[in-house]
């Protein structure tokens, strides 16, 4: 054989180097060539012009058998069995601070508005000067929806009855290409503040979301330190990775559930005591707080009812709430803040005397309500519309990946079979002594 010397060409590879269509792209992944281009956006996937004056595209098969390879059902390296683990790329969490697509999320919410953040999220794009804007149909129907439930109905279910009326009035809504689905994403979130009922006589309809959010919260005049809290907070709050909502909104999303239905799902379980209620209970403790001068009372009731003591500690967090910390700074701003500011930070004292918790983002959510005048439940209208967006990013990547995979295994610890067919009215058979 004759030796290769530099100048001699290479001999080509031993593998077959032939590049996947988009069809054939399509097939081995199991998703629709919609999917596979969304794929592209989100960095999953390299595409390639199939050749001069071709409209089509070419992928590695390498890297679409990989791809292939991760969507398949098999538990993460080094995790239990029945542990269910959720590949994202949105928000990642990590010692005492969060990212979204890798950028730091104070940094961002404080030089973003909302819209912006949400933008990002979506798409990995930053579209300065973006605003959302309600269709008049799909905003005529939330409203008429809205209108018909009784005085008594919280924002939430408010809201949860507008992203249905939206969704009636959208026969397109079964589209879960990315482009409709982001479409949705920009009407449904303008469409829910817009159907929530006015407080103030001059609210507006058009601007900044954070303005239009504001006269549907409270009566009082808005300043901008308190928009520019309010639009922070809203761009805090967008996602915060695999919270109880968002794991419902994925699973709806994996079923192919629409945009509205994945967000209704989040509206659902945020309504939870556990979940979006929190800061509201915040909320009446800070007015308590207020009411009787200090905090040691007002801690001793709630210790005493056996509840824990709102706004104060984080799972994922072992020091103070980062969304907590950017909040309170801009807080610190607003000079009628300072003794809503003042009743949080005794709480915090006096529950450091027997306990390491720090604020969390509802104790900071509800400084602000109580500052600005608002209801407690203000705080969980925030929260909602906020997290609409980051629900949003996390349906548009579940329909990126394999349908139906959401579906953990139950371990039946009843009865075993054969059991007798049962009498009427007679006992359980665990209840027979």
């Known amino acids: 054989m004759t030796p290769m010397t530099d100048h001699e060409p290479a001999p080509p590879p031993a593998r077959d180097a032939r590049r996947l269509s988009t069809k054939e792209t399509a097939e081995l992944l199991g998703v629709k060539p919609e999917t596979v281009y969304a794929y592209v956006s989100r960095g999953q996937l390299s595409s390639r012009r199939a050749g001069p004056g071709s409209r089509g595209s070419t992928f590695d098969a390498d890297e679409v058998a990989a791809l292939a390879q991760r969507n398949k059902r098999e538990p993460a390296a080094g995790s239990a069995p029945d542990e269910l683990s959720v590949r994202t790329r949105i928000t990642l969490i990590d010692t005492d601070r969060y990212y979204f697509r890798g950028v730091d999320a104070a940094e961002l919410a404080a030089h973003h508005t909302y ?68 479409g949705t994403a920009r009407t449904l979130i303008p469409t829910l503040v817009a159907a929530l009922p006015p407080v103030r006589h001059t609210h507006r309809d058009g601007g900044p979301l954070a303005q239009r959010l504001w006269g549907r919260l409270t009566g009082h005049e808005p300043d901008d330190p308190s928009l520019r809290a309010l639009d922070t907070a809203l761009a805090l709050l967008v996602d915060h990775d695999l919270a109880a909502s968002t794991l419902a909104v994925r699973v709806a999303a994996s079923a192919r559930a629409h945009a509205y239905a994945a967000v209704s799902a989040g509206l659902g379980v945020l309504e939870g005591p556990l979940h979006g209620a929190a800061s509201g209970l915040a909320h009446r403790m800070l007015l308590d707080v207020l009411d009787r001068g200090n905090a040691a009372p007002v801690v001793a009731d709630e210790l005493r009812a056996g509840r824990r003591v709102p706004g104060l500690g984080h799972r994922l967090y072992r020091g103070e709430d980062p ?16 003794s809503a500011l003042a009743a949080a930070r005794d709480v915090v004292a006096t529950t450091a005397r027997h306990t390491d918790l720090h604020a969390n983002v509802d104790l900071a959510l509800a400084v602000f309500t109580v500052t600005c005048g608002m209801p407690a439940e203000a705080g969980e209208t925030v929260f909602a519309v906020a997290r609409t967006a980051g629900w949003i990013a996390h349906a ?27 009498t009427p009215h007679g006992p359980l058979p665990e209840e027979r002594g």
């Open 323 to 338: 969304r907590a910390q950017a909040l309170f700074a801009l807080l610190e701003e607003i000079p009628k803040a300072h």
């Open 396 to 422: 548009l990547e579940e329909y990126g990946e394999r349908p139906l995979r959401m579906r953990p295994s139950g371990q039946y610890v009843g009865l075993r079979p054969p059991q007798p067919l049962p």
């Open 115 to 182: 819209e912006e953040v949400a933008e990002w999220l979506w798409t990995g794009v930053m579209r300065p000067g973006t605003q959302f804007t309600a269709p008049r149909q799909s905003l005529t129907a939330a409203r008429r929806a809205v209108g018909a439930l009784p005085e008594h109905s919280s924002p939430v279910d408010r809201l949860r009855v507008a992203a249905v009326a939206a969704a009636v009035a959208d026969p397109l809504r079964f589209d879960l290409s990315e482009e409709a689905v982001l």
